[in-house]
């Protein structure tokens, strides 16, 4: 079975360029989660989906930060315009509603804004 | 709210030893999950077990299992037989209704 799918896996960008990134997860996952990975920070969680509805986005650093599931199979994060402070590892994870004991994630999108 | 504390930063072991790594967690949910992640040099996060708040025994997934002592509020992973294969970064998470909450994690090197 496929995994949590991420693209792109590596991105470098210039300051100000719009960055897009993309997440399908498990066919039948209701939940959705966007974190991100910096070694000041660990791993923070961004925005969490359920029904492809936004449950908590208070992890959402700014406004140049969105995100937006418009289907069950697939996601964006959009940051607009980034930053050198952005740069770190993107991951989506994604869970069947009722089973808390299973999060799966995707191998992650390495971003660096230079 | 929920915190998850990891109070090693760094833990050496030898190959065939067995190593505990810490975790306590704190949480206002009645009812949690918590979990380990291993997540190696290449990144990506590896699922290793899964312990539910209302479980009467502790999980063990193969040489993983998690000591987990309510009272405490600890969730301390343990690898039996480590292998130089382990080496690498593991977090501890505990999720409440939704979302799961990430400690700082604990580097773990495994020497022959």
């Known amino acids: ?114 | 709210a929920q915190k998850i504390t990891q109070t090693q930063p760094g833990m050496f072991v030898q190959e065939k030893e067995a190593v505990t790594l810490d975790c306590t967690y704190d949480t206002s949910d009645p009812s949690y999950g918590l979990f380990w992640y291993k997540q190696p040099s290449s990144g990506e996060m590896i699922f290793l077990i899964y312990q539910g708040s209302y479980d009467q025994q502790n999980a063990t997934e193969g040489r993983y299992s998690l000591n987990f002592q309510k009272a405490r509020k600890s969730a301390n992973l343990v690898i039996s037989a480590s292998q130089l294969g382990d080496s690498a970064m593991y977090f501890c998470a505990s999720s409440g209704y939704s979302t799961l909450t990430f400690g700082k994690g604990t580097m773990l090197l495994v020497s022959p």
């Open chain 1, 1 to 114: 079975d496929a995994g949590v799918i991420q693209s792109p896996r590596h991105e470098v960008t210039e300051m100000g360029q719009e960055v897009t990134l993309r997440c399908k997860p498990i066919s039948g996952h209701n939940s959705l989660f966007w974190y991100r990975q910096t070694m000041m920070r660990g791993l923070e969680l961004l925005i969490y989906f359920n029904n492809n509805v936004p449950i908590d986005d208070s992890g959402m650093p700014e406004d140049r930060f969105s995100a937006k599931m418009p289907n069950a199979s697939f996601s964006t994060l959009k940051i607009q315009p980034s930053e050198p402070r952005d740069s770190a590892v993107y991951f989506c994870a994604s869970r069947p509603t009722g089973e808390e004991n299973t999060i799966y994630f995707g191998e992650g999108s390495w971003l660096t804004v230079v």
